[in-house]
């Protein structure tokens, strides 16, 4: 499909649509190519927006979702509602071997933190707690927090503020 640019950017763009017995019940649209944070007016008062960009974005109903780079580490990203707050969240997953801590947080290097091994970690922006299952959230969040929390039945409990959620790889 193609499109009016975005941005500094003509995107090559897709949507996806689910239905059950004919009726519409969800949609995706995935942009296949760099978007700025600064593109994206929820993102754009982001701290630092402008050093920002998803190499992918999918837009739905419930937030948006894509992947980025976050000190030179592909991470994933994600904006989604909660009640009525804006939730800001970046997750790395690091598969069968892991990383260490220092990864995702570079200011760490040289503390006892530093060498921490994990699968998978996420920081996570809120201005509220949320609390709740794993299933309960947005679907943006659920496909980025189940894999934290180790299943969608999980219960999530994230403080107000920025909250560092991880599993410890043994």
Do not use: C
């Not at 995107?11 to 969800?26: D, F, H, M, N, Q």
């Not at 804006?86 to 040289?110: C, N, Q």
């Not at 980025?144 to 790889?169: C, E, H, K, P, Q």
Request: net charge negative; charged share 20%; hydrophobic share 45%.
């Amino acid at each position: 499909m193609t499109v009016d640019p975005f941005g500094e950017t003509n995107p090559k763009v897709s949507i996806k649509l689910a239905e059950v017995k004919g009726e519409l019940t969800a949609g995706v649209i995935r942009i296949e190519d760099e978007i700025a944070f600064s593109d994206v007016p929820i993102l754009n008062g982001v701290p630092h927006a402008e050093r920002f960009s998803f190499e992918f974005l999918e837009i739905s109903t419930e937030g948006i979702a894509g992947g980025t780079k976050l000190h030179g580490v592909d991470v994933e990203a994600a904006v989604f509602r909660q009640a009525q707050d804006w939730v800001f969240a970046v997750a790395d997953h690091g598969g069968e071997t892991g990383y260490k801590f220092s990864r995702i947080m570079p200011p760490l290097k040289g503390s006892p933190l530093a060498d921490f091994h994990l699968n998978d970690a996420a920081l996570i922006f809120s201005p509220n707690p949320i609390k709740g299952k794993v299933s309960e959230l947005p679907q943006v969040a659920q496909q980025m927090l189940s894999r934290i929390y180790g299943s969608d039945d999980a219960l999530v409990n994230v403080a107000g503020g920025i909250t560092v959620a991880a599993n410890f790889s043994p």
